[in-house]
């Protein structure tokens, strides 16, 4: 089942919106409108529900109903070495339209939407690339709207409930809101550069100065650089090290061992 709608008030000229029930994933219903049938992006997919929702690292997200499930194709034209910058963008300028509505998200390394110390949703990248140049690329945010979220996350209606918070916005006004910022974040990283994203990405950095357990050594958290590798701080004997830690090799806990996050490699 299909609509299409035109948001005239999204990105320089407007956007063309697909809306259905029920996909497989918005990410490669996105692709497809580009490839098999012909539609230019940018585009925006949303689904109700997804059969075979994409997460990182070819892990399923659950998808049921109540969720929020949308793509933006877009075009681009970027060197490879941009592909952490357009994780990093996403989050921040996600992260900042809705602290904006008094959604106070924070963004877990690399790219997890944390509320209340739980997972809110994800961002999922995938890019095209010919000659060295990354041409197309469509993002896929995930968000727990209504939807009873997986364990360790948390959806947007329970903590609305939970705290005395403004009321919870509707689930469509939500969706412009995370297109909106997405594309915002894509022109001003055009624009700008990393330089002023990256602040904004550890503003809201859930982990920021927080201490941390890597290995036998304790350490604190400085800082996510432009190219999405974590520093941290050293302490103890090591005072003086601070350690560079790729997304692909080490991820951060949501929970704490006596106050301390852990710092775990991936398997
Ligand atoms: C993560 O693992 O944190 C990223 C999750 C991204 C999920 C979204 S839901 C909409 C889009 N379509 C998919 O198949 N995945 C992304």
Redesign the pocket.
């Known amino acids: 089942m299909r609509r299409e709608e035109y948001w005239e008030d999204i990105g320089e000229n407007g956007i063309t919106v697909y809306l259905y029930d029920s996909l497989?994933?918005?990410?490669?219903q996105a692709w497809r409108l580009r490839e098999e049938e012909n539609k230019e992006f940018p585009l925006v997919v949303i689904?109700e529900r997804?059969l075979?929702?994409?997460?990182?690292?070819g892990?399923r997200?659950e998808?049921a109903r109540g969720?929020?499930?949308?793509?933006l194709g877009l075009n681009l034209n970027l060197p490879l070495d941009a592909v952490p910058h357009l994780t990093i963008f996403s989050a921040a300028a996600i992260a900042e339209t809705l602290n904006e509505q008094n959604i106070p998200v924070r963004i877990k390394w690399l790219?997890?939407l944390v509320l209340g110390e739980k997972?809110l949703?994800?961002?999922?990248w995938e890019t095209k690339t010919e000659n060295r140049l990354i041409t197309a690329g469509v993002v896929?945010?995930?968000i727990n709207y209504e939807n009873t979220p997986p364990w360790g996350g948390i959806s947007l209606k329970s903590y609305f409930h939970s705290t005395i918070a403004p009321q919870l916005p509707p689930r469509q006004l939500l969706a412009r809101q995370v297109i909106y910022s997405l594309i915002k974040g894509y022109n001003d990283y055009l624009n700008s550069g990393m330089e002023s994203i990256i602040n904004t990405y550890n503003k809201f950095l859930f982990h920021l100065d927080k201490e941390v357990k890597l290995g036998d050594n304790r350490g604190r958290i400085l800082e996510v650089d432009k190219g999405g590798d974590l520093l941290v701080k050293m302490e103890g004997k090591n005072a003086k090290t601070v350690v560079r830690l790729s997304p692909e090799e080490y991820k951060l806990s949501y929970e704490t061992e006596e106050g301390t996050y852990l710092v775990r490699r991936r398997e």
């Open positions: 497989d994933s918005t990410n490669n689904a997804q075979a929702g994409k997460g990182q690292r892990k997200w998808s969720g929020l499930y949308l793509s790219n997890d997972k949703g994800g961002i999922l896929g945010v995930g």
